[in-house]
Nanobody
């Protein structure tokens, strides 16, 4: 089992940047595929990005491709989401998630979730 805690959210202007961090507990962090999801008010939770156990493979939602970068540091039990060129439509609560298995983009396939961190992009 793994516990996840996100941090790094905040208020930023359009075009700005933020880096979200997710700290994971446990000694088997490298066994988990990690993902970032987001949920805006009144909308379904949606996939943002995911990274393989080794960090060698990543996948992104089309809406963030070229602007966001997911990375991980298995030695520190950390996963990051670097967000550049932020837009008002990126405003949401961002969640870190973990699963055992292969990289997938469906939120119901992730068993472990953090509490979320708010990102607000002002126009």
């Amino acid at each position: 089992q793994v516990q996840l805690v996100e941090s790094g959210g905040g208020l930023v202007h359009t075009g700005g940047s933020l880096t979200l961090s997710c700290a994971a507990s446990g000694r088997t962090f490298s066994s988990y595929v990690m993902g970032w999801f987001r949920q805006a008010p009144g909308k379904e939770r949606e996939f943002v990005a995911a990274i393989s156990r080794s960090g060698g493979s990543t996948i992104y939602a089309d809406s963030v491709k070229g602007r966001f970068t997911i990375s991980r540091d298995n030695a520190k039990n950390m996963v990051y989401l670097r967000m550049n060129s932020l837009k008002p439509e990126d405003t949401a609560v961002y969640y870190c998630a973990a699963r055992v298995g292969v990289v997938v983009t469906t939120n119901r396939e992730y068993a472990y979730w953090g509490q979320g961190t708010q990102v607000t992009v002002s126009s």
